[in-house]
């Protein structure tokens, strides 16, 4: 019979706020990767104990489940910049008897007490491969205690093949320790959701593209001003919807005088709920994500669950999460974008089969799957196995430029 084991799980990195709706997740992909792994964990396991470890309790539903005991850490200045080097953490895991710790944003784990089994999600790798897509701390944490953290680690998930692979074949990590799992589309994206939430105060283009992320340069908007203009030169009648909430650095396009013929065609909503940006999915023609890089690229498998054709870029893991779902542009090149939006909005065969190829693919995802899986690693790291499990998508590496399928 398996011994019940004691797991901490760091959820720093579930940030939330307080709206008119309740308490919510306020950041991106990570947030929503946090929390459903939580919840998911809690109905699939009854066997193990589930520490959530976090500065503050926190008011999301997560942390009134029973099957969970909340760990606050005080939210001091000191606390802030200690848990890079695990100070609380160790105490914590010393004190509980913890098994394994789980870091699922990013890296951790380095400091911990011997004998305390660690497991991290590393998303992605951005801030080393592309620095200049974050700030300089980012930069610096990584180069300083990534390596640390990857040495010290009993197991690294990745959200994709390609993080894996950007990790392995640097020397990075050791292949036997680094184990994929894929994220998946909450159950509000579907393509039979009809309308669900007003979205009428948001004075929407009667027709119009659509893109969801953190408003950062890394996911490189200002293409899809370029490729707007040049659709709607083409004779289209369409605007453009980013969705997203306040990265580093961003700088609105719209406010721009180069795009000043087209920023009347476009909306730039922040914070918006889930309930209304699932209407927003149901409601878009076409889903651009001209991203330069992703871990996994979440609002695309949101999208192709919502049953609207995708246009991305050919790069990291986005060929991999997408496959033969999507249509695939050179992330600097406009016309090749305004070239694959044209063909979506267009051909009605190729809209149903992108449709029926995103349908597909999202079948296979499920937060209960990315929780069994994890789970699995626990399991296998506390029993000193090896990791186990085949890569979830098939779908070749792409690298062509072009409005290519």
């Known amino acids: 019979m398996k011994r019940t084991l004691r797991i901490g799980i760091v959820t720093e990195g579930l940030e939330e706020r307080r709206t008119a709706h309740g308490v919510e997740i306020a950041n991106g992909g990570v947030g929503v990767y946090i929390y459903n792994l939580i919840r998911e964990l809690g109905a699939l396991d009854a066997r193990n104990e589930y520490f959530l470890i976090r500065r503050g309790r926190g008011d999301l539903d997560v942390y009134a489940d029973p099957r969970f005991r909340v760990v606050p850490i005080a939210p001091s200045l000191f606390n802030r910049f200690a848990v890079w080097i695990d100070v609380p953490f160790r105490r914590i895991a010393r004190d509980l008897g913890l098994d394994l710790v789980h870091y699922p944003n990013q890296f951790g784990g380095a400091f911990l007490p011997r004998g305390v089994k660690r497991v991290m999600t590393l998303h992605d790798v951005t801030p080393l491969l592309f620095p200049r897509f974050h700030p300089w701390r980012s930069f610096l944490g990584y180069r300083v205690l990534l390596r640390r953290a990857l040495a010290a680690a009993d197991a690294v998930i990745t959200d994709s093949e390609a993080t894996r692979h950007d990790l392995v074949s640097r020397g990075w990590a050791d292949p036997r320790i680094v184990r994929a799992i894929p994220l998946a589309p909450a159950a509000i994206f579907r393509a039979d959701s009809g309308s669900r939430a007003s979205v009428v105060g948001h004075d929407l283009p009667a027709r119009f593209l659509l893109s969801v992320g953190v408003l950062e340069p890394r996911k490189n908007h200002a293409i899809l001003f370029d490729a707007l203009r040049r659709v709607r030169a083409a004779g289209e009648a369409i605007g453009l919807v980013i969705v997203g909430r306040d990265g580093w650095k961003w700088r609105d396009p719209s406010q721009s005088r180069e795009y000043a013929d087209v ?133 070749p590496s792409r690298s062509a430029a072009g409005a290519s399928e």
């Open 263 to 395: 920023a009347p065609h476009v909306r730039v909503l922040r914070n918006v709920p889930d309930a209304e940006l699932a209407e927003l999915y149901a409601r878009a023609a076409v889903f651009a994500y001209p991203s330069y890089y992703e871990g996994f690229g979440l609002p695309v498998v949101e999208a192709m669950a919502a049953g609207i054709p995708v246009v991305t870029s050919p790069v990291s893991s986005l060929p991999e999460v997408a496959g033969d779902a999507a249509l695939y542009a050179d992330p600097d090149d406009a016309a090749a974008y305004a070239a694959a939006i044209l063909r979506c909005l267009r051909e009605d065969a190729l809209r149903a089969r992108l449709r029926e190829a995103g349908q597909r693919r999202v079948a296979a995802l499920s937060w209960r799957r990315t929780a069994a899986e994890t789970l699995a690693v626990y399991e296998a790291v506390c029993a000193g196995r090896p990791l186990t499990g085949e890569p979830w998508s098939s779908a």
